[in-house]
């Protein structure tokens, strides 16, 4: 495994947050994983967040059951958005939100560039290897 597979879900996850979820991995090292599930929309929009009310409805995706206090974000304009880091091909984790939410807000970057989660997937060291292991997810590409 590696930062930018795909985790699907098998059967033995039926009935859990993780049932049907395809994960896109951030972040793979010796201290674990780190993922957002790609695949399920949060039901409310970004404007319908206190501190966006003034922004353009935006979805948001439902990125995993860690931290679900703070927002996420996956782009692939790091030529409008600073500070991100890179993950693989065209695609950066995080960066400076502000400016990504002036660039949503002016539509200077769509939702095929960006894409926001509240919360987050993630292991601890060996964990996602033993997931794997016993079945519960397959690894692959988009």
């Given at each position: ?31 674990g ?10 039901p ?53 939100f ?39 997810w ?5």
């Open positions: 495994m590696k930062a930018g597979d795909y985790l699907h879900s098998t059967a033995l996850l039926d009935g859990s947050f993780f049932e049907g979820a395809m994960i896109y991995l951030t972040e793979y090292n010796e201290n994983a780190m993922g957002f599930v790609t695949n399920k929309l949060f409310h929009h970004i404007n319908e967040l206190e501190e966006f009310k003034y922004s353009i409805p935006f979805p948001i995706h439902d990125g995993g059951p860690v931290d679900r206090e703070h927002l996420f974000f996956v782009h692939q304009r790091p030529d409008l958005i600073p500070g991100g880091t890179h993950i693989s091909g065209n695609n950066y984790l995080g960066g400076d502000k400016i990504a939410m002036e660039h949503i807000n002016t539509l200077k970057i769509d939702d095929t560039e960006i894409t926001i989660f509240l919360g987050y997937c993630g292991w601890d060291a060996g964990d996602l290897e033993g997931e794997v292991a016993e079945g519960s397959l690894v692959g590409e988009n």
